[in-house]
């Protein structure tokens, strides 16, 4: 790709960039959110027309036109996208093969047959007739990379494909990935976790603002470096990022501000006990589908309670639905961003004050000026980077996204905050970002309750850790015993017992 | 008062940045233009005596001033309907005719045609808005609460609304001689212009207060666009539904009484036919998704007298008005065709297209 450019109305989203990729290499494409990564894969897979640049493939001194995501397929390019863009109505099998039957006969049991021979030397658990939306996030994602896959691709985009995947999973995702780039298939990995890139990839290139930074060979550009290119600031260390955010530890002597007894609800979690500190930073953790995100919408009465209680300042509350948490001080930014989080069409200003807005009552509108001074001040404050107030919310970049959900629960000032996967297919800067409000808050007097997929993160952020496994609470973190490898584990423990 | 008039301005203004309401125009000058091409006569407005020997203004102009505010009115409650359910409401015709027959009933008491109103007309219409606010209600529990398509659950009083309107009253065709309930149909002695432009006028002002000082607009489009979202926000969206289908039932029941006012009597197999078609196209051409969503009550409203003007021009020409609806429906087509948003960023891209080739000629 040579030279690309792309403008959305008023930004430049791609401003002369190239790329390329060979045969039988894994090449990660780094770079912060609304650097351009997404938007230069989608101008490969013909989601967008380029404004300008060409595109070759195979050294062909012809620049090949693509004008379709079917122009793209034709090609060899096949993608896995962050956000998971399959059927859910529809079965395993028929998600594999939707779109590339050539007769107009189909032949559904040799389908299906296809469908659980492929799954089955990619080693993945699930069943072709199955129907896709009873499979976990991770199962559909890698569905997805199958039927990509089995297209006989000569390109593989994958776009964030690991960030709902847990460790084990990403392993067999990287050895599925290895044996590819064995096989000839060059594959572009876009991802935010260094340690993923590190692993298994073999050049680099980055970019930021929509323009070129570098390309590099993997050996030659140290970690550190490679942070510093991505944030465009000289970092001297990780370890920096750390030393900024030191844990903020509530006394001990705090009564808990909210308590939870034997609280279950209808998500299948078995009774859980759950307390928090004002200025207090805890967090749930476990492997996916633990159930730790079950504990905290119960709280928030996202789900339905079906047991137990919960209190505030030692008197029991009601919480039977989001809004009965709210009007308690609880605010809840929930794990699945596009679904539960943002309402696509609208402003990012009536993104922003929409909690607010139903706190305050329906008879008691926010002013357009009001509205408006709200916004720009988060805005502001959470440096969000968006045309202006009044764009869709759906044409801003995933963390962007992220902070204006996070601005909303900010704007209700609550007393306690839930960040359900805050952090998670946004990038570094803003991660950080995050993280360092968290604490910052906490240190104001909020409790905050943080729950991430990286225990690195929740380590840095949190002062106690409740770890979850099979939806189930199976112990609890604190002081001197917070480490990576106790967390490990506790989170093990049981399977051991098992085993 | 300086303060608030600088601030409808701007909101005058939004509106028109906002681009949406710049299809029904456009609808508008086209369907204008045919018609000043084609004859100019029909933009003739005269001042003639009527039957009851009032001075009022008549021409086709007057015609869409009047037919279109009966179905403007409707377009308000059915573009909420459409952004907060994602679907429409097919009863809306059914539901005219028994809100409609529940008037005269109260009117005319046991007596089929009484030589006095048995009720004072406030009454009759108060009755009937909370008969027609109920059959909203019911149509609101199905799709909010039973989660059944509105289009599915609407067809249940569409098929069964006309009957339960002549069951009202006995299956009797009530006839009102009150002159006074002629006016909200027709003219007010001494008012040239027809009555229902000025109720329509007053349930945009309505609509607008309500608009202004509620969270009606914010929580209907939430709910329209990102329904989990919108639960996890402390709204309740069944709520919001059920509310949008409660609104339309009073805008049922506005329009009903214009409806039987007109001609003092009912006919429950005609009365409002098709009625709900016309508001749904208003709903369309005012660039509404109807998918639910995002909405523009003003382009709603313009689009329903749009409709109107179309009907009117067809009537000109002495179309039949059994192939009114085929002739309808090709310039509807084409209207949506037009208004459709891949259409429509097609032209924007084209445009832009345009602007680039230009300003590289210019360099």
Sequence with gaps: ?499 | MAKTRTLQKKNFMDIFSGKQILIPIVALVLLAVFNLIADPSFYKITLDVNSAGNHVLSGYLITILDYGSELAILAIGMTLVTAASGGQDISVGAGIAIAGSVILRVLCGTNSRPDHLQAPIIVAFLVSCVVAMLFGAFNGILVAGFKIQPMVATLILYTAGRSIAAWINNNELPVISDPSFGYFGGFIPGIPIPTPFFIAVACMIVMGLVMKFTSLGLYTQAVGINESSSRLNGLNPAFIKFLSFVILGLCVAVAALIKVSRISTINYSVIAKDIEMDAILAVALGGNSLSGGKFNLPASILGAYVIQFLTTTLYKFNVKSEAISAYKAIVVIILVVISAPVVREKFASFSQKMKVRNAKEVG
């Excluded at chain 1, 395993?92 to 093969?97: L, T």
């Design chain 1, 1 to 499: 790709m040579k030279n690309i450019h792309k403008n959305f109305t008023g930004v430049k989203a791609l401003q002369a960039v190239d790329f390329s990729l060979r045969e039988g290499e894994i090449h990660a494409l780094m770079g912060e959110n609304g650097a351009g990564k997404s938007t230069l894969i989608k101008v490969l897979t013909g989601v967008y027309e380029k404004d300008e640049g060409e595109i070759f493939l195979k050294g062909n001194d012809k620049a090949v036109a693509i004008h379709s995501p079917q122009d793209a397929q034709n090609l060899g390019i096949s993608t896995v996208y962050q956000e998971i863009t399959l059927c859910p109505n529809l079965s395993v099998a028929e998600n594999m093969f939707i779109g590339r039957t050539k007769g107009r006969m189909q032949n559904w049991k040799k389908m299906n047959a296809d469908a659980d021979r492929i799954l089955q030397s990619l080693d993945i658990p699930a069943k072709a007739t199955q129907q896709l939306a009873n499979c976990s996030i991770a199962i559909q994602q890698m569905v997805a990379i199958a039927r990509a896959v089995d297209m006989d691709c000569k390109v593989l985009i994958l776009d964030e494909p690991t960030s709902s995947l847990d460790d084990k999973e990403v392993q067999k995702l990287f050895g599925l990935m290895k044996d590819l780039r064995a096989r000839g298939v060059g594959i572009i990995f876009v991802t935010h976790f260094l340690d993923q890139v590190y692993e298994v990839c073999d050049r680099i290139t980055v970019l930021r603002d929509g323009k070129l930074v570098g390309e590099y060979e993997i050996e030659k550009l140290p970690r550190v470096q490679l942070v510093a290119k991505m944030l465009g600031k000289e970092l001297d260390d990780e370890a920096q990022i750390k030393d900024e955010t030191q844990v903020y530890h509530a006394d001990e002597n705090v009564p808990p501000v909210f308590e939870v007894e034997q609280l279950q609800s209808n998500a299948g979690i078995k009774p859980f006990d759950f307390y928090i500190r004002k200025g207090e930073v805890n967090g749930f953790t476990g492997l996916l589908g633990s159930g730790r995100s079950e504990c905290v919408r119960a709280i928030f009465g996202a789900d339905r309670i079906i047991g137990g209680k919960i209190k505030k300042n030692g008197k029991e509350i009601k919480i039977t639905k989001p809004i009965d948490a709210m009007k308690n001080g609880i605010a809840y930014l929930p794990e699945d961003r596009k679904v539960d989080g943002i309402v696509g069409d609208l402003s990012v200003r009536d993104n922003i004050i929409l909690a607010a807005q139903v706190l305050r009552g329906f008879f008691r509108p926010f002013s357009k000026a009001q509205a408006n001074k709200f916004a720009d001040e988060y805005i502001k404050l959470l440096e969000i980077k968006t045309a202006s107030a009044d764009t869709p919310i759906k044409s801003l970049s995933g963390g962007n996204q992220q902070k204006v959900i996070l601005a909303r629960w900010l704007l209700t000032h609550p007393e306690y905050l839930i960040l359900d996967e805050p952090t998670r297919g946004i990038d570094i800067g803003t991660k950080i970002e995050i993280q360092k409000l968290v604490l910052k808050l906490a240190s104001e007097g909020m409790s905050v309750t943080f729950i991430s997929s990286e225990t690195d993160e929740m380590l840095r952020t949190c002062s106690r850790l409740i770890v979850m496994r099979d939806r189930r609470k199976v112990g609890e973190i604190s002081g001197e015993d917070l480490t990576q490898s106790k967390i490990m584990d506790t989170i093990a423990g049981g399977e051991k017992k098992n085993g």
